[in-house]
């Protein structure tokens, strides 16, 4: 029995792209990477949702949707905010696929 399978040597971006799911996959888990990101430096940092959100001039609603995981809906702007409060700065860059 000599089987081919189309899908044998191919990787899970291949079948999620296949499917159109890979641009919202890749959002998704960028947004998980800064959220914990941002989360991880508020916990080192000693700093409540209430004090991040008022010195980043926002609501506490709005820091929540940046904390959510699964809310791929991130202005620069606001990531550029929580990452000055916290002492850090934003890096993007594009890369060739």
Known sequence: MN?????????FDDFLAEDGLLET???????RVIAWQ?????KARGLSKKAMAERMH???SHLDR???????????????????VLGYRVRLELAAT
Not at 38 to 42: D, G, L, P, R
Not at 66 to 84: F, I, K, V
């Open 66 to 84: 940046l904390l959510d995981a699964s809310d791929t809906g991130l202005t620069l702007d606001t990531l550029s905010r929580a990452a000055q």
């Open 3 to 11: 089987k081919h399978n189309a899908h044998i040597g191919s990787d």
């Open 25 to 31: 996959a890749t959002a998704v888990a960028i947004k």
């Open 38 to 42: 941002i989360a991880e430096a508020m």
């Open 58 to 60: 926002t609501s506490r």
